[in-house]
């Protein structure tokens, strides 16, 4: 496995690290505010949650390149050339929550980004059941961040929905 197992686990983990390194210090209250959600985790636990699934996508390509004979030959490229638009589509969903805060771009995104994981998924059964697999915890963890961001922009757009701190009325 090694380089090229570890090439393939650490190269999803940079759309965290670029998030990290735009969004900085204004990542831990990104859920805070007059819409906090009582069921929303906090950033550093989102953040152990992205990473641990990229890392798990980025072991499952690395068997679907490794059962496709490697390289970079045609075979792979229908497995593979979708699994890094839904990179690219799940690191700048990262952007749009953490670093653009705008929740309502980031579940036009996560919506897409479902049904490329279900086609990745779908498309690398046949070649490595274990990649596929690897993909339903991200599939469950898309779900919970699409009810975040829907929730968000929701609340964003009808603050008469937001929770009123007790006393206060809205008007």
């Known amino acids: 496995m090694w380089p090229q197992g570890a090439i393939f686990v650490a190269f999803p983990l940079l759309g965290p690290i670029v998030v990290w390194l735009l969004a900085g210090r204004r990542m831990s209250g990104w859920c805070d505010g007059p819409r906090k959600l009582s069921w929303c985790p906090p950033h550093k636990v989102l953040l152990l949650v992205w990473t641990t699934i990229f890392s798990l996508m980025g072991y499952a ?28 589509i799940s690191w700048t969903v990262l952007i749009l929550f953490f670093a653009a805060h705008t929740p309502g771009l980031a579940l036009l995104h996560l919506l897409l980004l479902f049904g490329l994981v279900v086609s990745t998924a779908l498309i690398w059964h046949p070649i490595n059941k274990l990649a596929a697999l690897l993909l339903l915890p991200y599939l469950a963890w898309l779900t919970m961040t699409a009810s975040i961001a829907y929730r968000l922009w929701r609340d964003s757009l009808c603050p008469e929905h937001q929770p009123q701190p007790a006393g206060e009325k809205s008007d």
């Open 61 to 88: 390509s690395y068997l679907v390149w490794r059962d496709l004979g490697g390289g970079f030959g045609r075979p792979l490229a229908l497995p593979l050339g979708l699994y890094a638009v839904q990179l690219t």
